[in-house]
């Protein structure tokens, strides 16, 4: 848990084996930051699983996951609870609860899936949600690539610590973060975002908002 959202008054609470920031004191007002600014969210319920390979290997293992054509580097696709980002042609990261990733990396079969090296980097990395009408905004405050298409990653050159940046919707990003560099990070984005009304949101807010666009959906 990134020192800057304890400070910012998280409610920490543990859920399946995890510690979470649950809500900053107003879910409704977690909520609201969402829907009409820009909230930034600790994703500390979710893991991370790099996976390295030949390109090959790489390509018959995420088509065999997501389909033809494979998954192109520069880009994510989500499938269930997981996103798939392919960094280069020679690695990806998973990203999902602790839950689906918890039996190895659901990805590629037979020979394919035993052949394909991976590691658990969630211990390493800071992973966060940008969410609310105004993300992009704040992104390109803080100079980093907001105006992404949908499913594509971005960097900072200038920052090495940031891995990357997905941009799941046209109002969400997921930013992957060297935990070494997450609290300069997250002091970044409130400092660029706070003009726009940024503000610190729980996960209690982002379940709540999910489920609303499901009964949406």
């Keep these: ?12 609470v543990e ?3 995890q510690m979470i920031a649950a809500n900053y004191g107003s ?15 600790d994703r500390s319920d979710y893991g991370a699983l790099e996976l390295r390979g030949d390109q090959s290997l790489l390509d018959r293992a995420l088509t065999a996951r997501l389909g033809d054509p494979p998954l192109a580097p520069g880009t ?18 998973l990203v999902g609860s602790h839950t689906a990733l918890a039996s190895g990396p659901p990805i590629g079969k037979g020979r394919d899936r035993s052949d ?8 390493t990395v800071a992973i966060l949600n940008i969410i609310g009408p105004r993300a992009a905004r704040l992104l390109a405050a803080a100079e980093l690539p907001g105006e992404l ?3 594509a990653i ?14 799941e919707s046209q109002r969400r990003f997921l930013v992957l973060v060297r935990a070494s560099g997450a609290d300069a990070f997250w002091m970044r984005l409130f400092a660029a975002g706070e003009p726009l009304g940024a503000a ?4 209690d807010a982002l379940t709540l908002l999910s489920a609303s666009s499901a009964a949406e959906g």
């Design 116 to 123: 394909l090296p991976h590691k658990d980097i969630g211990s």
């Design 1 to 12: 848990m990134p020192q800057t959202c304890v400070a910012a008054g998280a409610v920490i």
């Design 15 to 17: 859920r399946d084996g």
């Design 27 to 41: 879910v409704p007002g977690e909520i609201a930051v969402c829907m009409k600014s820009v909230g930034l969210a």
């Design 154 to 167: 971005g960097r900072d050159p200038r920052d090495a610590d940031v891995l990357a940046i997905l941009r």
């Design 149 to 151: 298409a949908i499913g």
């Design 76 to 93: 994510g696709r989500r499938l269930r609870s997981v996103w798939y980002m392919r960094l280069d042609q020679r690695r990806s990261l």
């Design 200 to 203: 610190f949101v729980g996960l």
